[in-house]
């Protein structure tokens, strides 16, 4: 999932620091029922303010939740690497970033041109075989994807 609709950057803030809009509430607030439904047993969230106020929107996943600061500035091969590192009991993993990395990530994953692009808020959900050690480019499949 990217993070919902971010205020633009104000002069001298860092850009970790930019929040959501009420609109970017609103959208992170929709995807709900699609990331509750899906039953993430571990959520990766971006360390960002926009990535974190997203996860907050979204309210209660079920699963646990892990902000982390690599996902904040990673790219898709670094993303794939901190997936890599989940153990067999992660049956489901949600992750809460950044473009390009999320989209770069889906689409690398895929392989096969089915991942979409993302815009805030947007969720795609993919379907790979065998354990996360095991991710490589094309071994999934897009089987949700919510603008």
Do not use: K, N
């Amino acid at each position: 999932m990217r993070h919902a609709d971010a205020a633009p950057g104000a002069p001298g803030t860092p850009d970790a620091l930019r929040p959501l809009t009420d609109e970017g509430r609103r959208r992170a607030r929709e995807r709900a029922d699609v990331v509750v439904g899906f039953a993430p047993d571990l959520v990766l969230c971006s360390s960002a303010r926009r990535a974190t106020e997203t996860l907050e929107a979204i309210g209660d996943i079920g699963g646990a939740v892990e902000v982390d600061d690599r996902i904040y500035e990673a790219t898709a091969a670094s993303l794939l690497l901190r997936l890599a590192e989940l153990g067999p009991d992660v049956r489901r993993v949600a992750v809460i970033g950044h473009l390009p990395t999320i989209g770069q990530l889906a689409d690398g994953l895929a392989g096969d041109g089915s991942a979409v692009a993302f815009a805030p808020a947007a969720i795609a959900v993919l379907r790979a075989p065998g354990p996360w050690s095991a991710l490589r480019a094309g071994c999934a499949t897009v089987v949700g994807y919510r603008p």
